[in-house]
């Protein structure tokens, strides 16, 4: 069975509104990516999170890879109506030189609606 | 520039029909992936390739073969399609040093 367990699997939220999401693992990830889906359309990258402990942002983004490497998390700020979509998160196995190892996870994802 | 291609991107089959889902992409990808889409159930890997001719099975596997003939296509084949196999389906691409995967525009698929 799938190994990321996503939180909460939906929000209903006023524009301006923060927005807090995570994700967690069984098992040990070394690289976490979120994700954004919108209507219609595949999957895009938002974010990647290479290291324990790390804290990166994309504009009003923010993740955090957990230090147990087993959890991440994924903030927006002041939201807009066009964040709406599915907000996915993923994990992924790289070998020490960066190369992963193919093998790439989804959680089941956090369904966004921001009410303007 | 394509990137990930998708075909047919609807179809209906009735229930033992077969079919194959065709994924193309055009940026020289190492890795290959399908994917299946259900509500609540997030993304779900069906199977995945990691180089022409090598294919290994993901989470849901049962009830689909895969064949990586050529490094810019990954086939999906239901062999006897079920009502359960009613889904969007989703390729995605990526090169191994590189953690961004391109997904194509999905393809529905519904079984009757």
């Known amino acids: 069975g799938q190994q990321l367990n996503q939180s909460p699997q939906s929000m209903f939220i006023q524009e301006g509104e923060d927005v807090s999401m995570n994700c967690t693992s069984s098992?040990?990830?070394?690289?976490w990516l979120w994700y954004k889906q919108e209507p219609g359309e595949g999957p895009v990258l938002l974010i990647a999170?290479?290291?324990?402990?790390e804290l990166t942002s994309n504009g009003r983004l923010t993740a955090q890879f957990g230090i147990t490497r087993k959890d991440s998390f994924l903030n927006i700020s002041a939201s807009i109506p066009s964040d709406v979509g599915i907000y996915f998160c993923?994990?992924?196995?790289?070998?020490?030189?960066?190369?992963?190892?193919?093998?790439?996870?989804f959680g089941q994802g956090t369904i966004l609606t921001v009410h303007p | 520039n394509a990137g990930v291609t998708q075909t047919p991107k609807f179809r209906v089959l009735k229930t033992g029909q077969s079919m194959t889902l065709l994924c193309a992409q055009d940026?020289?990808?190492?890795?290959m992936y399908w994917y299946r889409q259900d509500p609540g159930m997030g993304l779900r890997l069906i199977h995945y390739?990691?180089?022409?001719?090598?294919?290994a099975k993901g989470e849901v596997p049962d009830g689909y073969n895969v064949s990586r003939l050529k490094k810019q296509n990954f086939l999906l084949g239901l062999e006897s399609a079920a009502p359960s196999q009613t889904s969007v389906y989703f390729c995605?691409?990526?090169?191994?040093?590189?953690?961004?995967?391109?997904f194509g525009q999905g393809t529905r698929l519904t079984v009757v």
């Open positions: 940026m020289n990808h190492e890795y």
């Open positions: 098992s040990i990830f070394n690289t």
């Open positions: 995605a691409s990526r090169t191994p040093g590189n953690t961004e995967a391109f």
């Open positions: 390739s990691v180089g022409e001719g090598t294919t």
């Open positions: 993923a994990g992924d196995r790289t070998n020490a030189g960066g190369t992963s190892y193919g093998k790439l996870t």
């Open positions: 999170l290479y290291k324990a402990g």
